[in-house]
């Protein structure tokens, strides 16, 4: 579906261009927002690099294990019967603290793990259980204590103070996350129901 949108963008400024007569400026803005495009990927590629080293670092020294401990009281309230001793639970667990540590793009491995065996721990195949609905959820609307992602951008479009939008990060994830929580569990009753 989004290749028709993106192809139907692309024709349509290249139309437009021709239309106004200012095709030059549709082209110069190809060629630059191309090379915008490749620094932009290379300016953020250190930035994931440093924190995704910082989390495979926490893992392997157990950071991550005893982060897992404190997560399961919120856990055993978000998810039934999940076995926390298998693999699903480590994934959803990884999962979080990615997402809390605001790295979204270290979080997906794990997130697809965790679906995956989630898969395998419920039995069930091409149907959304109530915990993979609820997991999916969590991954989407996580908390960020740290938004890497957004520090960076920010650090590199010259923002003297990059965290400084922290505490509204923080208050609009709290809420964001409370309330598709919230939907999540009355449509996963509401389905059992029927």
């Not at 995704?52 to 404190?70: D, H, N, Q, R």
């Not at 419920?122 to 997991?135: H, P, Q, T, Y």
């Not at 505490?167 to 996350?177: A, E, F, K, M, R």
Request: charge should be positive; include cysteine.
């Amino acid at each position: 579906m989004m290749k028709f949108v993106f192809g139907f963008m692309i024709i349509a400024a290249v139309f437009f261009g021709i239309a106004s007569g200012n095709i030059d400026g549709v082209s110069n803005a190809v060629l630059q927002e191309g090379v915008n495009a490749i620094e932009l990927s290379l300016y953020m590629l250190g930035g994931m690099c440093v924190w995704g080293g910082i989390l495979k670092i926490a893992e392997k020294a157990g950071i991550t294990k005893m982060l897992s401990v404190f997560f399961k009281p919120i856990a055993k309230l978000l998810f039934k019967d999940l076995d926390f001793n298998g693999k699903a639970y480590k994934a959803i667990s990884m999962n979080v603290i990615a997402n809390i540590l605001g790295l979204g793009n270290a979080a997906t491995p794990f997130g697809l793990e965790a679906m995956k065996e989630l898969e395998k721990e419920e039995k069930l195949s091409g149907i959304a259980s109530d915990n993979m609905v609820v997991f999916a959820v969590l991954n989407t609307a996580s908390i960020t204590l740290i938004p890497t992602t957004v520090a960076m951008l920010r650090l590199k479009h010259g923002s003297p103070y990059p965290l400084d939008v922290l505490p509204v990060i923080l208050l609009n994830s709290l809420i964001s996350l409370t309330v598709a929580i919230i939907l999540a569990k009355i449509i996963n009753s509401i389905r059992r129901k029927k």
